[in-house]
């Protein structure tokens, strides 16, 4: 461990204390911290000789404070406390209601977890740690069915979602629920028209002074969220539980992440709704605008963007983003704007075709992916407004293993199962105050055959 340096003032003092690291390093063990103390305290002598004893008493009771917080304690030793490491903070995606919370004090990371849950495990450390894992499950188990598996600890499961945010597609743009029980009903507002009224049925009147008013009220709906079972399976050489905890550790800090972004992303965009949740391109309230004219098969053109941008809800275009699969590129990147006899490219910006591409279309961000639709067929290029979007998160993950499933190939059988569900936010297109193509915050273009 470094030598502490020893603050020169308050200021450096208040950012030691702060300092994950540097607070390790201070109070490892009583003579340290006694040094420290006494040599902060020596520093400010010199300029008040008579404050050192003042300096001391309430340095070693904002040092008591400290120890005596076990959220903070519990926490330094959670994070990597390599003074080069780059600083680790707890996930946004943490919640300290999570059913799991109870049991992050008993948890250093995956490697300690998966080791005293492993069902090939029979030390006594991972025989009372499984015991006080199904304690804490069947006290919640009146609201989450019992699958047999251990309850993940939450800062390991806000974890799995951080890493896998910033993959996903859907989960890192849209509106996400916390669920506090397997189902929740989330209000909306039944809008269809803004012909006459908005925000489904507000009416505002001219009224002259005295004059009677009328009344008028938004029609509220509600949504209900109910928890879907996604599944995540993997067959593990038993040789890394016994022999490498640290590579599986590292499978799970990437890999698990990965596909859980990866099948979470698959149904919130196009799942059927029956047993998974609802994509938005299944969405009642998407909009399908129609091909040209003599149009080619597989082919995007201009006017096909131009007239997908005009659908979308004018108050989400700030919002919005292109979500397109990675084969319309070519035709995306080769789109020309006729003129006559003429005409341009009207994408690429560079004629030479060196650099980068651009990453917007008419302003807005695209996002390239292989989940969506290929690419001559509805949904292969879409405009979508994501806060138009619910997941609805459970918050709760479970793992379990077996080791007896593969017992001839002398490999655990590991599962982890996430309870979410996905749904649009908007059940029907709107139609505009003017005109009679119905707006919505979901817009593809009809198949190209």
Known sequence: MATPTIPRDADELADALGDTATLKDIVKDKETLEGFIL???????RHDPNIEAQI?????RQFADILRDDKLLNGINRLNLDPTAPPVARSKHY??????AALDKQFTGWGEYLSQTWTGANTQESLSARSDIKKIQNAFGSSVPSDGGFLIPEFLRSELLRVALEMAVVRSRARVVPMESLS????????????SSVHGGIVGYWTEEG????DSAPTFGRIDLIAKKLTLYSEIPNELFQDSIISLEQFM????????AWFEDCAFIDGNGVGQPLGFLNA??????TKQASQTAGTILWENIVKAYSRMLPASLGRAVWVAHIDTFPEIATMALSVGTGGSAVWIGNGDGAGAPPVTILGRPVVWTEKVSSVGTAGDINLVDFGYYLIGDRQAMQSATSTEFKFGNDKTAMRVIERVD?????????????????????VKIETRA
């Open 184 to 195: 929740v009903p989330y209000p909306m507002i039944d809008n269809t028209s803004n012909a």
């Open 284 to 289: 009642p309230a998407a909009v399908s605008v």
């Open 39 to 45: 040599d902060y305290a020596k520093g400010q002598q």
């Open 253 to 260: 800090n990437e890999s698990y992440p990965e596909a859980l």
């Open 422 to 442: 996905g749904t649009p936010w908007i059940k029907s297109a709107i139609t505009p105050r003017k005109g009679s193509n119905t707006l919505s915050p979901f």
């Open 56 to 60: 001391k008493e309430e340095t070693q």
């Open 95 to 100: 919640n300290p209601k999570a059913p799991g």
């Open 211 to 214: 004059g009677a008013l009328t």
